[in-house]
């Protein structure tokens, strides 16, 4: 039964690591090609329709998902209440947001805001829609079929989106991708899925699951409205500029890898640790190898993103590069924020909840107060703030996290200190290489990150890194199981 689950979770990570970096990069090359066709003033009005729209869905969700994957063995009813409440949930919230948006619109002096809303906002009860049945085929360990319909979904709204840019519509051509790709998602995922929610709806049901859902709930709205605060604080004290455009960019191309990685890792290790939670030593094994894996492909990421910053920017046109210091800084957010999402799911699968919404009430504090020394400083001065947040917050969600399992600090540190030692030796190499070569963005950019893999695998190699080792032996078992098939 364990060897069935390993192979389970190693298919998982697989399946959903290759949908992720294919989306990703399918993604970012979208993004890439409108940022160049669109200028700043187009992405300022999104920045602000993103930031109520991450809020939104965390309250049409309201932690039930979640629920439904950690219960042993859920019933119709259940699945059916939820869906009800989800969709219930979506449509009281659009409405809201709607009938707010003319005066959001006025308030941050953008007038596309209030036009835009009743379409963009959309997104709200496509989610909900196929919310039940992302939730099944993640209990099935169905990742290939998820990862396929994803991608998907990333392709039709990418290639409406490039089309809808190339012939004018500026702002609409973002708006046609977030709802077209929401809309083809949930269409596949019913297309796809057995289940209809034909079951009786039961309160008594939602009424049991209500107490350690809303608890999640809690702690994830807090979180999604403390991300966004320097977007609605920006919008408003840089407002008629184009400068949250610049800094709402620099966060959303560092989370696109970032967001990615911990998706695809928390997609399977959320039901995957479930399964084992009652075994402390493979438990505590498995959480230090999710670490030390997800750090030896962010480490080395992040890093090399910052170091190529300039030139990447420069292949957008010189509207964009006011946003290359806060990108270079804002990257190294990412070595941290997956380390801490994954130690949060430790304590969502062990926990009752509790100690959940504790933390975050006290890193939303320290957030508070960083958030008030440097919002009236710089754009620059909450960028390094956000750094010094990311910390906080992975030493605080780890600490948590030993009440629950016998992983030490000591062996935490031990085990990412030489995938930190590689991926600096990495950084130093592509900076190197950007010194001493000629201007010329993209013949320069190739060469910086062709000296980065190069430098970090033959690091890797040469010190024998247990997370090189242990990467190759998954690489090559999937292989050995592919043949086999």
């Known amino acids: 039964m364990k060897d069935e689950l390993k192979d389970k979770v190693a298919r998982g990570v697989a399946w959903s690591l290759l949908e992720k970096v294919g989306t990703t990069l399918l993604q970012l090359g979208v993004s890439l090609v409108l940022l160049r066709l669109l200028g700043p003033g187009s992405y300022n009005d999104l920045a602000m329709l993103t930031?109520?729209?991450?809020?939104?869905?965390?309250?049409?969700?309201?932690?039930?998902?979640?629920?439904?994957?950690?219960?042993?063995?859920?019933?119709?009813?259940?699945?059916k209440s939820v869906f009800v409440f989800n969709m219930a949930a979506a449509w009281v919230l659009y409405a809201a947001i709607v009938a707010a948006a003319p005066w959001v619109a006025e308030f941050y002096e953008q007038p596309e805001f209030g036009r835009v809303a009743p379409v963009f906002f959309l997104l709200l009860p496509l989610t909900a829609l196929c919310s039940v049945q992302n939730t099944l085929f993640t209990r099935q360990f169905r990742f290939a079929l998820l990862s396929?319909?994803?991608?998907?979904?990333?392709?039709?709204?990418?290639?409406?989106a490039v089309g809808m840019a190339l012939t004018g519509f500026g702002l609409w051509s973002i708006v046609a991708q977030r709802v077209s790709q929401v809309c083809v998602r949930s269409i596949l995922l019913w297309w796809l899925s057995d289940w209809r929610p034909s079951a009786p709806f039961s309160g008594r049901a939602l009424r049991a699951m209500a107490p350690?859902?809303?608890?999640?709930?809690?702690?994830?709205l807090i979180t999604a409205l403390y991300n966004k605060i320097p977007q609605f604080f920006i919008g408003r004290l840089y407002a008629g500029t184009n400068t949250l455009a610049y800094f709402d960019q620099a966060q959303k191309l560092k989370d696109s890898p970032v967001s990615s990685t911990v998706l695809a890792v928390q997609g399977v290790i959320y039901p995957a640790l479930s399964k084992i939670a009652g075994d402390d030593a493979k438990f505590t094994e498995s959480y230090r190898q999710i670490l030390m894996v997800v750090a030896y492909v962010m480490f080395p990421m992040m890093l090399g993103l910052s170091a190529v910053a300039p030139?990447?920017?420069?292949?957008?046109?010189?509207k964009w590069m006011p946003t290359v210091p806060y990108f270079e800084a804002i990257c190294l957010v990412g070595l941290f924020y997956p380390l801490s999402m994954i130690s949060l799911n430790v304590l969502k699968v062990k926990s009752d909840g509790r100690i959940i919404l504790r933390i975050e009430v006290l890193k939303k504090v320290l957030m508070t107060l960083v958030f008030a020394v440097t919002i009236p400083q710089s754009v620059m001065a909450v960028v390094w703030g956000l750094v010094v947040i990311s910390v906080c917050e992975t030493v605080v969600n780890f600490v948590a996290s030993q009440r629950f399992c016998s992983l030490t600090g000591w062996r935490f540190v031990r085990t990412?200190?030489?995938?930190?030692?590689?991926?600096?030796?990495?950084?130093?190499?592509?900076r190197g290489v950007?010194?001493?070569?000629?201007?010329?963005?993209?013949?320069?950019?190739?060469?910086?990150?062709?000296?980065?893999?190069?430098?970090?695998?033959?690091?890797?190699?040469?010190?024998?890194?247990?997370?090189f080792r242990v990467v190759v032996a998954l690489v090559r078992r999937q292989i050995?199981?592919?043949?086999?098939l």
């Open 212 to 220: 350690n859902s809303f608890r999640l709930m809690g702690a994830d």
């Open 434 to 467: 950007a010194s001493i070569l000629p201007e010329g963005a993209f013949l320069r950019l190739c060469a910086e990150v062709a000296t980065g893999v190069a430098v970090y695998l033959l690091g890797s190699a040469l010190l024998r890194l247990e997370a």
């Open 416 to 430: 990412l200190l030489p995938v930190a030692t590689v991926s600096a030796a990495m950084y130093f190499a592509v």
């Open 311 to 318: 030139d990447l920017f420069a292949l957008l046109g010189d």
């Open 480 to 484: 050995v199981k592919n043949q086999g």
């Open 51 to 79: 930031a109520f729209s991450v809020v939104a869905l965390v309250l049409v969700d309201s932690g039930f998902s979640q629920i439904l994957i950690r219960m042993q063995a859920p019933r119709e009813e259940d699945y």
């Open 148 to 160: 396929k319909v994803t991608f998907a979904a990333s392709l039709v709204s990418g290639a409406i």
